[in-house]
């Protein structure tokens, strides 16, 4: 489809660009854009934690982002109709879908403040040194 209103091959217009609809709506980037650039922000965190033993301090920025994507998907818990399944006794059950998927990052987001811990005390042994004598 032409953005920019100019006929196509076959024959229709395209959207009009300077309509506020369509002006908004190329200005909003598509859901599988959103999606792809997630999962590759997740992937360079991967790898930044995964060269802890050569890097510690540049590993800490890859747990940082890890712990910013981590919050960001832990908030659809609260946020997502369906997360809760039914309760018992009070207390929720989550979902199979999309309930239990989510409960995964909690666990993530440990390892990753984890990961954070052993790369500052690696990267910055002066700071953990500090930090660890006032408890």
Do not use: Y
């Not at 859901?31 to 792809?36: G, H, S, Y």
């Not at 540049?58 to 982002?65: F, K, V």
């Amino acid at each position: 489809m032409d953005r920019c209103g100019q006929v196509r091959q076959d024959g229709k217009q395209g959207a009009d660009p300077t309509q506020p609809t369509t002006e908004l709506a190329l200005r909003v980037p598509q859901l599988q854009d959103v999606a792809n650039a997630l999962g590759t922000t997740e992937i360079i965190a991967a790898i930044l934690i995964a060269i802890h033993p050569l890097w510690p301090r540049i590993s800490a920025l890859g747990s940082t982002l890890a712990i910013a994507l981590f919050l960001g998907t832990i908030s659809f818990l609260f946020t997502t109709p369906g997360v809760i399944a039914d309760f018992v006794h009070g207390f929720p059950v989550l979902s199979a879908q999309p309930g239990e998927f989510l409960l995964k990052d909690l666990v993530l987001i440990g390892v990753a403040l984890w990961t954070l811990g052993d790369s500052i005390e690696a990267g910055w042994p002066r700071l953990a040194s500090n930090t660890s004598s006032h408890v």
